[in-house]
């Protein structure tokens, strides 16, 4: 296995940290302000104009749509450590480099399903960074971790189809720029169960589709905010269908496996920053006549979240590169292996570096509870970890059924 990046990706990477270094990190100050004065004003889901500066500048700098291989060159391999150096800033950083969830699985969408039509009206805005979109497919009523459960119906009507059902946790819906969503949900219900679901685009100011609320995480209002969206009796043309109609399942593991490794490797780029902040407090900080750096249950705390982050790295760089050589197919499990093990290990070393920091951990004078909120966060979202685990599970026990 060959992990290092292609002389291009190293190029880039460097043009990265040195954007993060001299560019991003010093707005998030700019940043935290400019969105309190936006939520004072009642308009707490535009985004803050030094974002839009930030973008300017990495378009400039080549660092645009890196995500993308057919628009980047990049391999999946090539672009993981750059997903992680995004995530260093994770407010900041994946936006201005136009790399940012839910767009990069919904353009990857539309790029390898899309018609010639919906391309021109959806991708090339959203490669451009002028509009947004959002995924809505997560449901209120049901345990949407078991996609069959899902409700909202999709049904035909001569040169429409009608929407009806209820969505929750839809990422980016209430972000002004947000144009059209992706929504899964029954086209056939008599169908075999994993041929009963299809995608459909539906643009967001369609009469029907009532955007109800923006839901918190641990308190915490994104930018883009999490919305409920009811969805009654949206007519929208049969060519907005994403694929063809029972193609739902499909399209949603073609989306999730690239985009596990992005969702990954920002975790370890946020783990990464938790764990700068922690050896920086440790160093900074006496109690009983030494700093904590010296005493040793800090020590194992910095060595554990050390070799901890080494590890799951090492992990999706290793998916990454099954990826690219056989395909998503092949890394099924090592895509569920990543999502069940990353998350859950950047919340630990966050949660070390929140107790090393004591009261000022759990503060918001420094960023480790937002990162906690948001990674407690990521072992719930495109699916629990119980989930994942027992998608690694049957694989492993298939070896042996299968050689009987």
Not at 9 to 37: G, K, M
Not at 170 to 193: E, F, S
Not at 203 to 230: A, I, K, N, S
Request: aromatic share 6%; with cysteine.
């Amino acid at each position: 296995m060959d992990f290092a990046p292609g002389p291009r990706a190293a190029e880039l990477a460097a043009i990265l940290q040195t954007f993060l270094d001299d560019a991003v990190l010093p707005a998030e100050p700019v940043y935290a302000r400019q969105r309190a004065a936006l939520s004072a004003a009642g308009r707490g889901n535009e985004l803050p104009a030094v974002v839009e500066d930030l973008k300017t500048q990495a378009r400039s700098l080549g660092l645009w749509n890196l995500f993308l291989p057919a628009v980047s060159g990049l391999s999946v391999t090539d672009y993981a450590p750059l997903a992680e150096l995004t995530g260093r800033s994770i407010e900041l950083a994946p936006e201005a480099l136009n790399c940012s969830a839910p767009d990069t699985g919904n353009m990857e969408l539309l790029h390898m399903f899309g018609t010639p039509q919906q391309q021109a009206q959806w991708l090339e805005p959203l490669l451009d960074g002028t509009i947004r979109s959002a995924f809505a497919m997560t449901e209120p009523e049901v345990a949407s971790s078991d996609a069959r459960n899902i409700r909202t119906s999709i049904t035909r009507d001569g040169d429409h189809y009608v929407v009806n059902g209820r969505k929750w946790w839809t990422t980016g819906v209430l972000d002004p720029r947000c144009t059209v969503l992706i929504v899964m949900g029954r086209t056939d219900p008599a169908a075999d169960p994993y041929r009963q679901q299809s995608m459909i685009l539906v643009p967001v100011d369609t009469p029907g589709v009532t955007v109800v609320r923006g839901t918190p995480v641990f308190g915490y209002l994104d930018q883009h905010g999490h919305g409920e969206v009811v969805l009654t009796d949206v007519r929208v043309p049969v060519e907005n269908l994403l694929g063809g109609a029972g193609d739902g399942f499909r399209l949603a593991q073609e989306r999730l496996g690239p985009g596990r490794v992005h969702h990954c490797m920002r975790a370890i780029g946020v783990a990464e920053r938790a764990l700068e902040l922690m050896c920086r407090r440790a160093l900074a900080r006496e109690a009983f006549g030494a700093p904590l750096a010296r005493q040793g249950v800090v020590q194992q705390q910095i060595a554990t979240a050390r070799m901890a982050i080494d590890q799951a790295r090492l992990l999706v760089l290793q998916t990454a590169w099954l990826i690219d050589t056989a395909g998503p197919k092949a890394a099924r499990a090592q895509v569920a292996a990543i999502k069940a093990v990353v998350p859950r290990m950047a919340c630990d070393v966050v949660d070390a570096a929140i107790q090393v920091h004591g009261g000022a951990g759990v503060s918001d004078d420094v960023p480790l509870a937002a990162m906690y909120a948001g990674l407690r966060t990521l072992r719930i979202a495109d699916g629990p970890d119980e989930v994942h685990y027992r998608s690694v599970a049957r694989a492993e026990l298939g070896r042996y059924l299968s050689a009987g």
